[in-house]
């Protein structure tokens, strides 16, 4: 064996072992003269301390504390192995716990991330209306400020932060451009004649949030029953009275 091996060449000296005492061994001793049993005890305690052991003049006592030695080695190569095991194992949990670890604090690295990211998209609307217009919301605003334009002979601006906001915060809504168009066919049919209404036909007022849903789905009005004006007919008395008194 190797821990065998460096005692015999002098490289183990006065290393300490566990002993296991064994029946056998308890045994043997017994069977012994006092004397012999007590020399041999004597070599085994050295050797197990590591107090090192000169040999017996007795060649008996010799052979029997080879064979016992051999068996104090082998336990403590075992031992070390196991302990070389443990150690092995401890240091692979340890390295396991510690990926655990780095993989947890990456996971609520990448959530807290998440998080922040939701929250930026989920308030995107009103930083948007106040930061930046996506080109599609670009092409939405200049058709629906174009149309009003066209349909009142106005000359209002798509680049205006108050009428783009507006418009940009509908479209947030899930509104369309034609929804646009809609609204503003409805309160130019009935507010371009008024002179008091015709005022708020402007984007501040067509697209807030305070009325634009409500015009969009106002029922338009059709008109008043046509109600004939029987004061500006003409008649001809003299025939009526005629048929009358023919009749």
Known sequence: MAIQNKQEAGDVG????????????AELIENLPDEMAGQLIKM???????EGCNNSDNPAINAM????????????ETYEEVKA???EAIQKRWADNK???????????????????????KNSVSVSDSVSVSDKDKKDILSVVGYLNEKLGTKYKANSKATSSQIKARLAEGHTVDDFKTVIDKKVKAWKDDPKMAAYLRPETLFCAKHFESYLNEIENRGSP????????????????????DG
Do not use: P
């Open 14 to 25: 006065h290393m300490k072992k566990s002993c296991i005492i064994y029946d056998s061994w």
């Open 44 to 50: 085994v305690l050295g050797y197990a301390l590591g």
């Open 65 to 76: 504390f080879s064979m016992i030695r051999m068996k104090i080695d082998e336990d403590y």
């Open 85 to 87: 095991k443990r150690k």
């Open 99 to 121: 990926k655990i670890q780095k993989n947890t604090n990456e996971y609520k690295c990448i959530e807290e991330n998440t998080n922040v990211s939701e929250a930026i998209q």
């Open 226 to 245: 046509k109600i004939h004006n029987y004061e500006e007919r003409k008649y001809d008395w003299g025939k009526i009275e005629a048929l009358v008194n």
